[in-house]
Each structure stands twice: as C-alpha cells, then as structure tokens.
C-alpha cells in the first residue's frame, strides 16, 4: 500500500520560511518523480515544483521561483519543499505527489499525500 506522509506546514509571517517533508513508503522511491501542488477552497489544484527520480532534473512555477526549493533524498524516501519568502499568497493546502516520468500535470500522478496547510499571514 503506497504512502505519502506530508509534515512541515503551519503558520508562519509573511517573509518567513518553512520547510515541507513528504515520506513515501509501499513503492520504489527513486523510480518515482515527485510533485508539489497546492489547492485553495473552490480552486484547481496547481503545480508548485517538481523533481526527477535521481533530483538531476528540477521545475518550479513561476510563482515560487527563486523562492521555494524542491529536492529529495532518496535514501530516506523524502522529498522537500523549501519555502522562503513566504507571501499571503502562498496560502494554500500543499500536496505531495509520485509519477513515473516528471511532469507538471496533476492528472498524471499515480499517488498522492493527504496534503499539509500552509497559512501566511501579513
């Protein structure tokens, strides 16, 4: 049974920084690529980064770049998102997800967290 188990997020000032974890258990890790998508009510859920198997190969939306950091360590099945600079805006349900091939599409990721609230306040 796959797993992904999403922590880090709360409430934070806007300019402050938290770091996402997400652990995957029940499948190959390091055969996967990883996501991040963030939702708010009523909304689609949007791409927020992604990450190849091996980490060589990173995307992030335009909206968080030179902000947030995506990476993994695939010794300890985890993917990261590093969040600096946090805006109100960035306020959101974060959600990590699994794929075989990386791509900035949620249809096309197999597994998913149970996702984690972000909440900046100004």
């Known amino acids: 049974q796959v797993q992904l188990v999403e922590s880090g997020g709360g409430l934070v000032q806007a300019g402050g920084s938290l770091r996402l974890s997400c652990t995957a258990s029940?499948?190959?890790?390091?055969?996967?690529?990883m996501g991040w998508f963030r939702q708010t009510p009523g909304n689609e859920r949007d791409f927020v980064a992604a990450?190849?198997?091996?980490?060589?190969?990173?995307f992030h939306a335009e909206s968080v770049k030179g902000r947030f950091t995506i990476s993994r360590d695939n010794s300890k099945n985890t993917v990261y998102l590093q969040m600096n600079s946090l805006k109100p805006e960035d306020t959101a349900v974060y959600f990590c997800?699994?794929?075989?091939?990386?791509?900035?599409?949620?249809?096309?990721?197999?597994?998913w967290g149970q996702g984690t609230q972000v909440t900046v306040f100004s």
């Open positions: 997800a699994a794929t075989e091939i990386v791509t900035k599409k949620p249809d096309s990721y197999d597994h």
């Open positions: 029940g499948l190959p890790f390091s055969n996967f690529a």
């Open positions: 990450i190849s198997w091996s980490g060589a190969s990173t």
